[in-house]
Every structure is written in structure tokens, then in C-alpha cells.
Nanobody
């Protein structure tokens, strides 16, 4: 069972950047697909980005497309990054890393697909 640890959250100004990291504590991410989700107060959890287990397929939510970039650290996929550029106040949320063994043609966007979750890291963007 994989354990996930997020890091890199914090405070940024509008237009600034942050990079989140999601590390697998005991195993490399392969064969897991990994997703990033976020949840703002009073709102439902939202898909942000995802990467397939072979790192060949990427997906982004409409609200972050063109601003956020997901990537793996190396060929062993031991760390998954979420580079967040041109941040907006509406990006403020708790960001979660999640992993799934479910393999599909498309990167899973539903949080119900993901079996393993990190504890979350707060991202706050000031206007």
C-alpha cells in the first residue's frame, strides 16, 4: 500500500508560482496513476491534474489548463510535481495528491477512482 506525502504549499501572490511535490513513501509510483485534486472551503473536491502510470498521458482541469504542469521527477516516478504558474486567488485550496492502481485509457478525473490519498497541503494566493 503506497503512502503519499505532499509538500510545497504556501502563500503566493497573484501571478506568482508554487511547485507542489508528491512523494511515495515506500514504493515508486509505477504502476500507479497519480492525480492532483483541490478543495476550497465550502466547495466540492476538484480535479486539477493527473498523470498515467507510464507518465505518457497527462490531463488538466479546465480551470488550470495552460497554467499548471504535472510531471514526474525521473524514470522511476518516485516524485510527482505540480508546477503552478500565474496563480490566481481562486486557486486557493487544500491540494491533495492521490494514487490509483486502476488502469484506463484516459487519466481518471473522478476522485472516486483513487484509492490512496495524501494529507493535503494548503495553497493560498493573495490578491
Amino acid at each position: 500500500q503506497v503512502q503519499l506525502v505532499e509538500s510545497g504549499g504556501g502563500l503566493a501572490q497573484t501571478g506568482g508560482s508554487l511547485r507542489l511535490s508528491c512523494a511515495a513513501s515506500e514504493h515508486p509510483f509505477s504502476p500507479y496513476a497519480v492525480g492532483w485534486f483541490r478543495q476550497a472551503p465550502g466547495k466540492a473536491r476538484e480535479f486539477v491534474s493527473g498523470i498515467s502510470s507510464d507518465a505518457r498521458r497527462l490531463a488538466y482541469g479546465d480551470s488550470v489548463k495552460g497554467r499548471f504542469t504535472i510531471s514526474s521527477a525521473n524514470t522511476k516516478n518516485t516524485v510527482i510535481y505540480l508546477q503552478m504558474d500565474n496563480l490566481k486567488p481562486e486557486d486557493t485550496a487544500v491540494y491533495y495528491c492521490a494514487a490509483t492502481l486502476t488502469q484506463s485509457r484516459a487519466v481518471a478525473r473522478s476522485d472516486l477512482t483513487y484509492e490512496f490519498w495524501g494529507q493535503g497541503t494548503q495553497v493560498t494566493v493573495s490578491s
